[in-house]
């Protein structure tokens, strides 16, 4: 029973792990670049707030080179210190906190400590974008803003925060050679920034690059007029200061608007990579499906077709009934499984009398349908229990099961007036009608095998045809055995 199943199992086996790697390598795939962009999203959460700190520190500094005393200054920076510490304590980054604690709160420290501390905190930004390879990007789109957030808007942000700070430290109505020198240089970093920004007008960045270049001419256009070129600067510092703020608050918008942009960029993409995996995992729970109903469907499909073939091996095509190779399958299997069972059979060996005739007389195709008619009259007379083989030629047997000679003798003698009740006609309105000889044995009783109790069947219609036909014998020791 179970080796009609090997190859199913086999060829499930086979293809069932085949698929489940298949698509475990896809998800895994999908999954990877997933993280990837998760990683990214997080990058730029760390660098959200790593900026935070840094305009602020940028504020700080620039209010701490104001020379004038004013209270607003004092309460801004505290604010400043006090905002940033809570950041870099939610960034849990000691590099960050160890660059604040440099400065205890309350402290102030040079303009260039300051800008120092800047630097370190910028390339902690920068190593973080490219710990999460913010700037390796085959998406246009993805590259312009990891750009514009990475580098162009801090780096510009911070040489503005500077000429702010250099301004802001205005003494007397005046700033030295060396101080203008230092906001020349700062100029010319953030023109060449701007000049190198210009590319991504040709990225469908228009509208990003012309706010910012716009913005900055202005700005530089002030500062130029307003602080390099006037020998006597009206503004004090915290006007000055407030005045660029204003810019810089305008170039940290911008930077916020990108930032978001940006995660929102991941955003989408991360919730298409996790619809791609829901989707791997579906199709490949419904072709594992597809694969197990095909494979039972063809197996079904297969076991009928063996059944079919089998079935066709073991019926005569001619009556319906059982063949001869059905009889040695079955004694076989009988031998091997039921015999220690005691099981016991009544075997009727049936031949038609004189069957040779009707062939010469009548032709076959007559011949034929008195064979059918037999076939017929075992069919209506035995129990479903019992076994009708076609034997060979106009000969056939009965296996009746669990019934002894004299069961076996009634059935016989129905099924002998049965058949010669029948009145056969031919094309040419010939009547005729036949008769049947019928043998029995019993096994076990009279043979300690079937094949020998067939034969004693065969024996007993030897005697039957030999003495007259149209009868019915029933084997005993006395009947000779038959020699043909």
């Keep these: 029973m179970f080796k009609k199943y090997i190859y199913l199992i086999v060829n499930l086996l086979l293809l069932i792990p085949a698929i489940i790697i298949v698509f475990t390598y896809a998800y895994k795939y999908i999954d990877k670049e997933a993280i990837v962009l998760e990683k990214k999203q997080n990058a730029l959460a760390k660098m959200k707030k790593t900026y935070h700190i840094i305009t602020n520190l940028q504020k700080i500094r620039g209010l701490s080179n104001i020379e004038e005393t004013n209270i607003e200054i004092f309460d801004n920076i505290a604010i400043f210190e006090a905002e940033n510490y809570k ?15 440099r400065h205890p709160e309350g402290t102030v420290a040079y303009f260039e400590n300051y800008t120092s501390d800047i630097e370190d905190l910028l390339l902690i930004y920068k190593l973080t974008a490219y710990s999460a390879k ?25 040489y503005f925060a500077r000429i702010r700070g250099l301004s802001s430290g205005v003494e007397h109505h005046q700033l030295n050679k060396i101080i203008k020198l230092k906001i020349k240089n700062q100029l010319y970093m953030i023109k060449e920034l701007i000049k190198d920004t210009k ?16 913005s900055q001419k202005e ?3 002030y500062i130029t007029n307003e602080i390099l070129n006037k020998k006597i600067i009206t503004k004090s510092g915290l006007e000055i200061f407030k005045t660029i703020t204003k810019n810089i608050d305008y170039l940290d918008t911008l930077y916020y608007q990108n930032m978001h942009k940006l995660i929102a960029f991941y955003q989408k993409k991360i919730e298409k990579k996790n619809s791609l995996k829901l989707q791997i995992v579906l199709i490949c729970i419904g072709s594992l499906i597809i694969v197990i109903l095909i494979n039972l469907f063809y197996f079904a499909k297969i076991q009928r077709y063996i059944q079919e073939v089998e079935h066709l091996n073991i019926i005569d095509p001619m009556t319906g009934l059982y063949n001869r190779r059905f009889l040695q399958n079955f004694i076989d299997n009988f031998v091997s499984k039921n015999e220690p069972k005691n099981e016991s059979f009544t075997i009727l060996m049936i031949d038609i009398d004189f069957f040779k005739k009707v062939n010469d ?9 008195v064979i059918v008619a037999v076939a017929n009259v075992l069919q209506q007379n035995i129990r479903k229990s019992d076994l009708a083989i076609r034997y060979g030629g106009e000969e056939f047997m009965v296996l009746l099961h669990y019934a002894n000679k004299e069961a ?14 029948i009145e056969f006609e031919t094309a040419d309105n010939q009547k005729f009608s036949k008769t049947l000889s019928i043998g029995i044995s019993e096994f076990p009783k009279d043979g300690d095998t079937i094949w020998k109790c067939i034969k004693l069947a065969d024996t007993a219609l030897y005697t ?3 003495t007259g036909r149209d009868k019915v014998i029933i084997y005993n020791e006395e009947i000779e055995t038959n020699e043909e």
């Design 134 to 158: 913010l700037t390796l990007n085959s998406d246009i789109e993805e590259y312009l803003l990891s750009k514009s957030i990475t580098t162009t808007l801090p780096y510009i942000t911070e």
């Design 408 to 421: 076996a003798y009634k059935i016989a003698q129905k099924i002998k007036n049965a058949f010669s009740a």
């Design 361 to 369: 007389t009548y032709g076959h195709d007559i011949g034929d349908k």
């Design 199 to 214: 590319e991504m007008k040709y990225f469908n960045e228009t509208e990003f690059v012309n706010k910012l270049v716009n």
């Design 464 to 466: 039957a045809k030999t």
């Design 87 to 101: 950041i870099a304590n939610e960034l849990h980054n000691p590099k960050i906190i160890k660059i604040l604690n």
């Design 219 to 221: 700005e530089i256009k």
